[in-house]
């Protein structure tokens, strides 16, 4: 079964290898997760399994939202992701799970929300060199330049790069290496960055692709 937990991204560091190379990791709260809903092929089509992170106060929750967690004796729940699996069936609604199942796992794929950077111009957001900076060229420095032809197809073909929202999208950061785990402050270093602020939610995968 593929391994998934949710987390909050704390920050970013460095650790000192034996042989004293520095290594830069990103720091993971990751799990306990409980496990709210198993899904499986003959009620959903699907296998899958739901999890939750970080408790919610039941004041600021829906009925809904505790209901749904009432039903396996837990609080309600800040962020809730499912994992989908080959088969759900070794995991029941209920089970509490923690960064230990990433004890043997080497490479994970890490999802989250990226940073929002607003509206951007093509140089900010494509990385566009602009326009010369001499004379003649008034007040366009940072301009697009041409975008598309005129007469034949008189239109801007798609895909065109144009400025527009930059950032604030789902983004993965695939085969992280898994440098250390610590069970005791449920803490999981990986080699690079993840995607999203310092405190932002993420979902963990044990990665396919390595």
Known sequence: MRVGLLGRKIGMTQIFQEDGTAVPVTVLECGPCTVLQVRT?????????QLGFADKKRKSATMAE????????????????????ATAAELTAGTILTVDAFAE????????????????GVIKRHGFRGLRAT???????????????SADPSRTRKGI????????TRTTVRNLEVVRVDPTNNLL???????GPNGGYLTIRQTNKA
């Open 189 to 195: 270093l990986l080699r690079g960055a993840v995607p």
């Open 161 to 168: 790069r144009k400025p527009g929202q930059f950032g604030n």
């Open 66 to 85: 505790r209901g749904h967690a009432k039903k396996v004796e837990a609080e309600p729940k800040r962020y809730v992701r499912e994992i989908r699996q």
């Open 105 to 120: 796992v080497k490479h994970v794929d890490v999802t989250g929300t990226s940073k929002g950077r607003g509206f951007s």
């Open 41 to 49: 092929e003959e009620l959903d089509g699907y296998h899958a399994v």
């Open 135 to 149: 004379h003649g060229v008034k007040r366009m420095h940072r301009h697009p330049g041409s975008s598309g032809p």
